[in-house]
C-alpha cells in the first residue's frame, strides 16, 4: 500500500513505495501529489452532487409548476394551461391527488387569483388556505401543495436529520427510535430556544397534582 506521511509544523513529506521504503518528495511533487489525490476528487465529486441536486430540483418544480403563484399569475384567465400542468401532475401522484385537482385548481385561481397572485411560494399559497379555512373545499389543492413543501428536494429538513442524528445517535446512545424526542429537539432547536420552558415545567406540574 502506499500512503503519504507529513509531519505538523515542519517540511518533511515522504510517499512510501509498495516495499515500505520512504522517498522525500520536492515542494513540486507534494503540491502536484496534493492537486492529484485530494484537491480535484474532491472539486469533481462537489461539482457532480450540486449537478445532479439542481437538476432533480428543477425536474420537481416543472412537475409542481402548476401551484406555483408565478406559474399561476401567468395563466390567469387561461384555464387550458393551468388544467394541462395539473393532469401532469396528478398523474404522476395519482395516489395521493384524485382527478378532483384539476377542477379544484382551476376553481381556486378563478376564485382567489387576487390573493395568489401577489404571493411568492407554495407555502404561503397554502397558508392562505388554511388561515381563510378553507382547506376542506380545496383537499387535494391543500395535498399537492403539502406534498411540494414536505419533498426532501425542495426542502433541507431530511438532510438536517441525519447530519443531527450523526450526532445524537453515538455508540453511548445507540437505542434511540421514533418512540424518544431527542432528535426532534435537536433538529427544532431554534423553535425550543423560544419555548418558555418556566411555563411548561408549571403546566406538567399543575397536571401532576390534578391528578
Not at 518533511?12 to 492537486?35: A, H, I, P, W
Not at 430540483?57 to 406559474?71: G, H, K, M
Not at 401577489?118 to 379555512?133: A, I, Y
Not at 438536517?160 to 445524537?168: G, M, N, P, T
Amino acid at each position: 500500500s502506499s500512503g503519504i506521511n507529513a509531519e505538523y509544523g515542519g517540511h518533511n513529506l515522504y510517499r512510501y513505495t509498495g516495499k515500505r521504503v520512504k522517498r522525500q518528495v520536492s515542494t513540486e511533487d507534494r503540491e502536484d501529489l496534493f492537486r492529484r489525490s485530494i484537491f480535484e476528487p474532491v472539486v469533481k465529486t462537489v461539482m457532480q452532487q450540486a449537478k445532479l441536486r439542481f437538476t432533480g430540483a428543477s425536474e420537481t418544480v416543472q412537475l409542481f409548476r402548476c401551484i406555483l403563484p408565478e406559474f399561476l399569475k401567468d395563466n390567469v384567465g387561461n384555464a387550458a394551461n393551468i388544467r394541462q400542468a395539473a393532469e401532469q401532475l396528478q398523474k404522476k401522484y395519482h395516489r395521493d391527488l384524485s382527478k378532483n385537482f384539476i377542477n379544484e385548481l382551476v376553481s381556486v385561481v378563478d376564485d382567489y387569483s387576487e390573493w395568489i397572485c401577489g404571493m411568492k411560494s407554495p407555502r404561503e399559497v397554502l397558508n392562505f388556505l388554511v388561515t381563510k379555512g378553507i382547506t376542506g373545499e380545496y383537499p387535494t389543492v391543500v395535498t399537492a401543495l403539502l406534498l411540494f413543501c414536505t419533498l426532501p428536494v425542495t426542502v433541507a429538513s431530511a438532510e438536517r436529520s441525519f447530519s443531527k442524528l450523526k450526532l445524537i445517535k453515538t455508540y453511548l446512545r445507540s437505542s434511540i427510535g421514533q418512540e424518544r424526542d431527542l432528535a426532534f429537539l435537536s433538529i427544532e432547536q431554534d423553535y425550543c430556544k423560544s419555548v418558555d420552558v418556566s411555563n411548561i415545567i408549571n403546566v406538567f406540574a399543575n397536571n401532576k397534582t390534578g391528578t
